[in-house]
């Protein structure tokens, strides 16, 4: 036997049977941990609005385009699976137009000129924000 | 008249001093140790408090917890700060755990499975006030699972260390 697995074997006999059950179970409610509170909201539905009425709720699994118009032109929504963003906006300063493709659940892009929202929604609807 | 009061330290006293100042030492060296979030080290002073409980029992190990977070704190230039307080709510935690978990029998569960659970402790305990006091907001629990995960491997490491320590020299354990 190698030294290397002889240490190894040294330092596992200090391993009593319930300190092995204590160990998985505390590599098991890690990755339980994880999986609930990192993956826990994928979104599913792109939400679209202007002038603050829904004109649209688009499923995130397939590639879409949608044209809405507001009061000073018409603003393009790209979806494609699991993401979607403001593809162009008449509005001056084209802040929901940076803010790139959204992805997380609760996302909000705002294209306030021309009064047209673009938000993602999971299974359950999350704040868009808390104030203490 | 009273006649003065004389304080005497005992082998008991001097022994709390004794593993209090190698826990300072420790906890002091790795504060050197750059680490992406507070919370995220080894928590080696762990292995002194474990020695500590298996050989002389929960108080001493009690006392030796809770100088070495005042100390620390102090030399570290953190006593007061926000960083004391949850280096000592995770330490009271866990030595409330420690006080349960010591009483599982010891054929089964070894000095891992207290460090584990003293570990779990102590996140838990510094996440409780961190969510109750510091930061009132659902969102620090996305936070969780990597102190879970540190927990996980430090615990397990500083279980061994202690475990080690203690089948080298084992006509100290107390049984």
């Known amino acids: 036997m190698s030294p ?30 994880g999986h609930s509170l990192w993956t826990g909201d994928r979104p599913e539905l792109a939400v679209v609005r202007a002038g603050g009425k829904i004109v649209a709720r688009l499923p995130l699994d397939r590639a ?30 084209q802040y929901c137009v940076k803010q790139g493709w959204l992805t997380r659940s609760g996302a909000a892009a705002i294209c306030a000129p021309n ?13 868009d924000s808390l104030t203490y | 008249m009273n006649a003065p009061k004389i304080l005497t330290a005992d082998a008991s006293d001097h022994r709390v001093a004794r593993y209090a100042a190698a826990a300072i ?27 500590v409980l298996l050989r002389h029992g929960w108080s001493d190990a009690a ?17 007061f700060a ?7 709510s995770g330490s009271l935690v866990s030595l409330l755990v420690l006080g349960a978990a010591v ?21 838990g305990g510094q996440m409780l006030l961190a969510r109750l006091w510091l930061v009132p907001h659902e969102g ?26 203690l089948a080298a020299r084992p006509e100290e354990e107390k049984t």
């Open chain 1, 64 to 93: 879409k385009r949608l044209e809405v118009s507001g009061p000073i032109g018409v603003t393009w929504i790209e979806v494609q699976p699991g993401r979607a963003r403001v593809a162009s906006d008449p509005g001056p300063r």
């Open chain 2, 63 to 79: 006392w030796v917890a809770l100088l070495r977070v005042f100390a620390t704190s102090l030399l570290l230039g953190q006593l």
């Open chain 2, 82 to 88: 926000p960083g004391f307080f949850l280096s000592l």
């Open chain 2, 25 to 51: 030492v420790l906890s002091v060296a790795e504060a050197a140790i750059p680490t992406p979030l507070p919370g995220v080290k080894p928590g080696l002073a762990n292995i002194v408090v474990l020695l």
């Open chain 1, 4 to 33: 290397r697995l002889q240490a190894l074997r040294g330092w596992l006999q200090l391993m009593r049977p319930g300190d092995a059950l204590m160990l998985l179970l505390a590599v098991l409610a890690t990755l339980y941990a």
């Open chain 2, 140 to 165: 620090l629990w996305a936070l969780w699972p990597v102190f879970s995960a540190t927990a996980t491997i430090f615990g397990t490491v500083n279980g061994l260390i202690t475990a080690g320590l």
């Open chain 1, 115 to 127: 009064e047209v929202t673009l938000q993602l929604e999971g299974r359950s609807s999350t704040y």
């Open chain 2, 103 to 123: 009483r599982l029998p010891r054929r089964w569960f070894g000095p891992v499975s207290l460090s584990l659970l003293a570990a779990f402790g102590h996140i």
